[in-house]
C-alpha cells in the first residue's frame, strides 16, 4: 500500500517528524533519528550550527542534507519579525531551502503560541516563496485562517511544549482535520508512544516531535517505539475502527441458523 505523506508537492515514507536539539551529542542525534525512520528532520536555527558558527561541529556533518529533508524552525522567536528573520537567515544557509516551521512564541513559561503574530509572519513568509508548515493552538478558526494564507501544513499542539502530557483536546483536533484540506500534524505535547498512535487514529497526517525522545532515559529505544506507534495508528485509522457502544446490545455471531439440538 503507497500511503505517502505529501508536504508541498514531495512524498515521504515515514509520517514521523523529529526534532535535533535536547540530545546529549550529535551522535545521539543520529542514532536515535535512524531508529525513528523519521525523514524529515527540525532545527531550531537559533540554537544548532548548520554552519553559522565556523570551527564548530555542524549537524550538517552528521545528518546529511542528501539523506534527510531539513525543516528550519523559528524556535525562539516571540515576534513576527524575528521568525522572518530567522527563516530567511536559514534559506542563505541552506542553499535557497524552501520548507520551514513557522512557530512564534507567545509566551516564555508555557510556550503557547502568539497566534497573532504567528499570522502576520505566515503572511509575509508565503508571499516570499517559502513552504510553511506552521505550530499553532488547537483553535479551529485559526488553523483555517493559515490555511487560507498559503500555509502547506498546520501543526496544532496537543499540549504545551516538552509537557509530555498527551492529546488534551481531542474535540478540537478531530475539528481541525475535517475542515482541512492540508496536511494536519500533531506538534507538541507528545509523551510516549500511545500519544504518538491517538493522534494517528484521530486522523492526522503525522506527528513532530522531540523531547519525547530525547528527553527519554533510553532515546534510541524511544526513537524505534515512536516509528512502531505512527505505524500502528495510522493502519489503524484507514482500516476504520468499530463503533463504540456502553456494551454489545447486538451478538457479533447471528442467533438465526444454529444448531440445535432437540432434533
Request: proline share 5%; glycine share 8%; net charge negative.
Amino acid at each position: 500500500m503507497n500511503d505517502a505523506l505529501v508536504i508541498a508537492g514531495k512524498s515521504y515514507q515515514s509520517r514521523l517528524l523529529v526534532g535535533t536539539g535536547k540530545y546529549k551529542d550529535f551522535t545521539e542525534t543520529r542514532a536515535a533519528i535512524d531508529a525513528s525512520g523519521a525523514q524529515i528532520v527540525t532545527v531550531a536555527i537559533r540554537r544548532t550550527n548548520i554552519g553559522q558558527v565556523a570551527n564548530e561541529p555542524s549537524l550538517l556533518d552528521y545528518l546529511p542534507p542528501e539523506e534527510f529533508t531539513y525543516l528550519p524552525n523559528t524556535a525562539g522567536c516571540y515576534s513576527a519579525d524575528d521568525a522572518v528573520r530567522t527563516l530567511r537567515l536559514a534559506r542563505e544557509l541552506l542553499d535557497g531551502h524552501k520548507l520551514v516551521k513557522l512557530e512564534v512564541l507567545g509566551d516564555p513559561k508555557t510556550l503557547y503560541p502568539n497566534v497573532i503574530e504567528t499570522l502576520a509572519a505566515a503572511k509575509t513568509l508565503v508571499k516570499e516563496g517559502f513552504d510553511v508548515m506552521v505550530y499553532t493552538s488547537d483553535d479551529p478558526i485559526i488553523a483555517k485562517q493559515l490555511e487560507d494564507i498559503g500555509c502547506c501544513a498546520v501543526m496544532p499542539l496537543a499540549s504545551l511544549i516538552g509537557s509530555g502530557m498527551g492529546i488534551l483536546n481531542p474535540w478540537n483536533l478531530q475539528i481541525i482535520i475535517e475542515n482541512a484540506n492540508i496536511p494536519v500534524l500533531v506538534d507538541a505535547g507528545v509523551g510516549c508512544a500511545a500519544d504518538a498512535a491517538i493522534a494517528m487514529e484521530l486522523g492526522c497526517e503525522g506527528v513532530l516531535m522531540n523531547t519525547a525522545i530525547a528527553a527519554a532515559q533510553n532515546p534510541v529505544l524511544m526513537a524505534g517505539a515512536m516509528k512502531k506507534a505512527i505505524e500502528a495508528g495510522r493502519e489503524s485509522y484507514l482500516a476504520g475502527r468499530m463503533p463504540k457502544k456502553l456494551y454489545s446490545a447486538s451478538p457479533s455471531s447471528p442467533t438465526t441458523g444454529l444448531i440445535s439440538g432437540n432434533g
